[in-house]
């Protein structure tokens, strides 16, 4: 008899830790699963801008900008400011440029309830008229929340590192 008090009292006890554990697991829980939600639209977010641009499809990147985006220059000297200008950017760099290979590593985003930042390193090999080019560096994002979607506000790159080759018949001893 003893033995059955003692297993009942454990199970009540356990029972109501449970209650208690798991209401504040659930809370927990749900706040982590929310910030995990977010983060993945983030990254599915710069996988879908990556790849319309990839395939020039412009239209589908200028649903994920704020109309006031920035766009910084590699030098952080000049900027293009706002959505029209931005896709104008990445149509010319198209027009002028075949991508030979692109690769985007994992995305690493830091997100609040209204603004997120978001980055990854990436490497690309592209060829114009003149040269082959290839890059490897960090592309770093500013996301804001406008009517409950995430819009780019910001976007740079950093640690940019260039390799050329020049296509001239000329340079070819």
Same mark, same amino acid.
């Given at each position: 008899?003893?033995?059955?008090d003692?297993?009942?009292?454990?199970?009540?006890?356990?029972?109501?830790?449970?209650?208690?554990?798991l209401?504040?697991?659930?809370?927990?829980?749900?706040?982590?699963?929310?910030?995990q939600?977010?983060e993945?639209r983030?990254?599915?977010?710069?996988?879908?801008?990556? /790849?319309?641009?990839?395939?020039?499809?412009?239209?589908? %990147?200028?649903?994920?900008l704020? @109309? +006031? &985006? !920035?766009?910084?220059?590699?030098?952080?000297?000049?900027?293009?400011i706002?959505?029209?200008?931005?896709?104008?950017?990445?149509?010319?760099?198209?027009?002028?440029?075949?991508?030979?290979?692109?690769?985007?590593?994992?995305?690493?985003?830091?997100?609040?309830? /209204?603004?997120?930042?978001?980055?990854?390193?990436?490497? %690309?090999?592209?060829?114009?008229? @003149? +040269? &082959? !080019?290839?890059?490897?560096g960090i592309?770093?994002?500013?996301?804001?929340?406008?009517k409950?979607e995430?819009?780019?506000?910001?976007?740079?790159?950093a640690?940019?590192?260039?390799?050329?080759?020049d296509?001239?018949?000329?340079?070819?001893?």
């Amino acid at each position: 008899m003893l033995v059955k008090d003692a297993k009942q009292k454990e199970n009540n006890h356990f029972k109501r830790l449970s209650k208690i554990l798991l209401g504040k697991s659930f809370n927990y829980f749900s706040q982590t699963m929310s910030a995990q939600t977010e983060e993945q639209r983030i990254t599915e977010i710069i996988d879908e801008i990556n /790849e319309s641009w990839l395939f020039q499809k412009f239209d589908k %990147i200028a649903t994920h900008l704020h @109309e +006031e &985006v !920035v766009l910084v220059q590699r030098d952080f000297e000049d900027a293009i400011i706002g959505k029209e200008t931005y896709i104008e950017a990445y149509q010319e760099f198209t027009q002028h440029a075949a991508v030979n290979r692109y690769r985007a590593d994992k995305v690493h985003v830091f997100c609040s309830d /209204e603004v997120a930042n978001a980055h990854y390193q990436f490497r %690309i090999e592209y060829e114009t008229a @003149e +040269e &082959v !080019v290839q890059e490897k560096g960090i592309d770093v994002f500013t996301f804001k929340k406008v009517k409950g979607e995430w819009k780019v506000i910001w976007r740079s790159v950093a640690n940019v590192k260039v390799l050329r080759a020049d296509k001239s018949v000329e340079n070819k001893d």
